[in-house]
């Protein structure tokens, strides 16, 4: 059987190295997984993934509950050490620890041979370390197994239950006198002829006797050498193989399943599990590169005139988010080719984490509010937005959502309510705000009847064109315009989204820009935040690069004008990513999430064009609008 890694090793910078690099690198994508093997490729999305069915429960005894946990969890693998006593078998790791109401059969075997008659797809593979007396603990064994052969795993018959027994065992030349659905933990070398090696279902190794590796970081170049020399010898004897004394880390877990090991042990049953189970969501492989823009940066940090202003708004997006962009797009971001950069602290006026409302109108109005609140204070007085500010200076102005434009951050531009879930009366006060141009999803609340009429009747009577589908927003030319586009136009990119978001920008930069006071422009790349709170990986990463596309047509449009301030960033991390693992030369990405909801961690401002230096260090997101608002109304 030919084994491949399950994902790439990170890069080893040692020229030493570049042998490994290339053997990782050859295999990443040829994956291979069968019922009894260890690796697998899903042929319907052609990403990879690592079974349950190879997770193994290291001491599964001492659990609070034995077997059940592991078990129930979907281990493919259990361990179990008895002790032969008084023609029972007792489960416990020392002899002073027996207690004589513990036993193989009671607590492993009777469970798991009722469970497996139960799901006849179900597989699950008993290590039982046999810690004295092997003689009377087979003999005892077998008398238990015999009355449910028909369940065994043998060399001729696929069972569900696979018997390997470790620890004190006969001596290879004597496996013929068991039967054969007795299989043995292999002596290392195999020196077995092919009548016993049709007993060795497995080789087991101390860790530590390969490596000093404490789980953290990655192996040493000498100790992967040796370790995977160690098992590629094992593989080629057609074995499986697994480690024992090994840390019990994720990047531990993440190492053995980079090194092919079949078995991978633990203590910690819910977090390998769920380490395991998450993987073909937590990982992200980049098939579709696109190429960034140059900038010439000529105006960026000058002291020039500012006409035009652009915030870019990642909803969601936080350094992680876009470190996997990066990663993904293997090593480009037009966000990357922006120098002068920020941080900005978002907590809410009410609370250390703040959400979209307050984040939002932070951002647009000025001043920290309460959570939930839409372009108010904190005492509910109405709050001005930069938008409205740029209206009110002439400047044409433009509201975008790649989302529903009643949500959060874009009506944060435009309406002042106490609470984001009034979206029919959020939708009634656009008619009132003076802004050229909106664009997204949510038709559904502008419908809506509020004191006997709706947000799209009172627009209409103020002179705006409302449409209903994005190709006929691009037609119209009405200086004032609202793309109520269906909920599916929106729709994620990992769903077959197009390229709304630069469709989108490309229209509104071509029809206002050609005003002589300019134009302010908000756009949201809000399905990031919506992959955040989702936990998926996929999609927070091709849509922050969707959203990277927006920040290129940016650039090269400040460019081409050479008066334009660009500001790219955040209202809040979603998610609490975690980046495990990467290779940025292949697109490759593993994360992982600590939370669905919003986190504190300050979000990234970049900042692009004339007097884009005032937006380094270290400020809360309303410092934000205050520096935008003094180029707005020059």
């Known amino acids: ?33 069968t019922a009894g093997a260890t690796y697998a490729q899903d042929t319907a999305n052609k990403e990879p993934k690592y079974a349950l069915s190879n997770a193994h429960s290291h001491n599964d005894y001492e659990n609070d509950i034995p077997f059940q946990r592991a078990f129930q969890k979907g281990f493919g693998s259990i361990e ?8 029972e078998l007792l489960v416990a790791h020392s002899k002073e620890h027996v207690n004589p109401e513990i036993t193989l059969y009671g607590t ?43 369940i065994l795993q043998t060399s001729t018959h696929p069972g569900q239950l696979t018997i390997t027994i470790s620890g004190s065992r006969p001596k290879p030349k004597d496996y013929k006198n068991y039967p054969d659905y007795i299989y043995f933990d292999g002596e290392w070398p195999l020196q077995h002829t092919p009548e016993e090696s049709k007993h060795v279902e497995l080789v087991s ?31 080629a004897e057609g074995k499986k193989i697994r480690f024992w004394a090994t840390p019990d880390t994720k990047s531990t877990w993440l190492a053995l399943m980079n090194l092919h090991v079949d078995l991978i042990g633990t203590d910690a049953i819910e977090s390998l599990g ?46 992680t988010q876009i470190y996997s962009a990066f990663t993904a797009n293997q090593g480009q971001l037009n966000l990357f080719k922006m120098r002068n950069i920020g941080v900005s602290v978002t907590n809410a006026a009410d609370t250390y984490i703040t959400d979209s409302a307050a984040g939002g109108t932070a951002m647009a109005g000025g001043e920290k509010t309460n959570n ?60 009132t705000s003076g802004i050229n141009m909106f664009l997204g999803s949510g038709a559904s609340n502008f419908k809506k009847k509020l004191n006997g009429t709706t947000a799209v009747e009172l627009l209409e009577k103020k002179g705006y064109t409302v449409t209903y589908n994005f190709e006929d927003f691009k037609k119209s030319n009405a200086d004032k315009l609202v793309g109520l586009v269906a909920d599916n136009e929106t729709r994620p990119k990992i769903e077959g989204r197009g390229e709304f978001l630069t469709e989108a920008f490309l229209k509104a930069t071509q029809q206002l820009a050609k005003d002589p006071k300019g134009l302010f422009m908000m756009l949201e790349g809000a399905q990031i935040d919506y992959g955040g709170h989702r936990n998926n990986l996929s999609q927070v990463i091709t849509e922050n690069l969707d959203f990277d596309k927006v920040i290129g047509k940016a650039l090269e449009f400040a460019d081409n004008n050479g008066e334009t301030l660009i500001v790219v960033t ?61 180029y707005i109304k020059k």
């Open 205 to 235: 190794f101390p860790f530590t006797n390969y490596s000093k590796w404490n789980g953290k970081g990655r192996l040493e170049h000498a100790d992967y050498t040796r370790v995977k020399g160690l098992i590629d010898s094992v593989h």
């Open 80 to 87: 179990a050490d008895i002790f032969p006593i008084n023609n």
């Open 372 to 431: 939930r609140a839409i372009g108010v204070d904190s005492t509910e007085k109405p709050l001005k937005s930069l938008a409205v500010y740029a209206a009110e200076e002439g400047k044409k102005t433009a509201i975008i959502s790649v989302g529903d434009l009643a949500d959060a951050t874009p009506a944060a531009f435009y309406a002042h309510q106490p609470d984001r879930s009034m979206e029919p009366q959020i939708a009634q006060d656009m008619h």
């Open 570 to 630: 955040a209202d809040h991390e979603t998610g609490g990513l975690t980046l495990l693992d990467g290779d940025i030369q292949s697109g490759y990405v593993l994360g992982e999430f600590s939370t669905n909801d919003h986190t504190a961690v300050p979000v990234p401002v970049f900042a692009y064009g004339p007097h884009s230096d005032d937006f380094r260090g270290v400020y809360s997101n309303a410092d934000i609008f205050k520096r935008l608002l003094k």
């Open 1 to 33: 059987m030919q084994y491949q890694p399950y994902c790439k090793q990170e890069q080893i910078r040692m020229k030493t190295q570049k042998p490994i690099k290339k053997i990782i690198k050859a295999s990443l994508f040829a994956l291979l997984l």
């Open 274 to 319: 769920n380490f395991i189970k998450d993987l073909p969501k937590n990982i992200y492989i980049n098939k579709e590169i696109h190429k960034t823009y140059q900038p010439t940066y000529q105006s960026d940090g000058k002291n020039g005139k500012i006409k035009n202003v652009i915030l870019l708004i990642g909803d969601g997006m936080g350094l």
């Open 108 to 150: 492993y075997l009777k469970p798991a041979i009722a469970a497996l008659q139960k799901d006849p797809k179900r597989k699950l593979h008993l290590l039982i370390d046999i810690k004295e007396n092997y003689p009377v603990a087979l003999a005892t064994l077998i008398k238990q197994l015999e009355p449910h052969k028909n």
